[in-house]
């Protein structure tokens, strides 16, 4: 089960400065604001892929989630793939829905500057996209992605 987890693939900080503050009236994006503007980026050789999977957003992941990820107690995770990645798809393969979850609260967490936190949104979209085209951590490692 492909996942991001928190803190093992993070991206380091963009600087030391203190985090960026808004002029007063301005409201930060929401997260689904970031999420969206992720998917808006992605190329469009990849545009397709995304009609074959969800992209859902929740607060965190479930414990049978971390569970099935191998996350140590304490643990969290950005980001998780589920389903059947287009690679493996045959002719003689039912179709199973394939769900890409972004976690919210762990992201918030460990992003609290606006601009660094949507870097990493678009990097967690983009690995979970990854997975779903077929491409492992091992080999998302050797890219330099994570």
Not at 30 to 36: A, I, K, M, N, P
Not at 102 to 112: I, T
């Amino acid at each position: 089960m492909p996942k991001r987890r928190r803190g093992s693939r993070a991206l380091p900080p963009l600087s030391s400065s203190p985090p960026t503050v808004l002029p007063p009236g301005t409201r930060r994006p929401s997260f689904e604001t970031l999420v969206d503007r992720a998917l808006a980026g992605i190329p469009p050789r990849f545009q397709a892929a995304l009609a074959d999977v969800a992209i859902v957003v929740e607060d965190r992941a479930s414990a049978d989630e971390l569970d099935a990820g191998g996350v140590p107690p304490g643990g969290d995770l950005y980001g998780l793939y589920q389903g059947v990645p287009r690679t493996a798809w045959g002719a003689d393969l039912a179709m199973v829905p394939n769900k890409i979850s972004l976690f919210r609260r762990p992201l918030e967490a460990d992003f609290p500057d606006p601009d660094e936190l949507e870097i990493e949104v678009r990097r967690t979209v983009v690995h979970e996209l990854a997975h779903h085209l077929g491409i492992d951590d091992d080999r998302l490692d050797e890219l330099g992605f994570d």
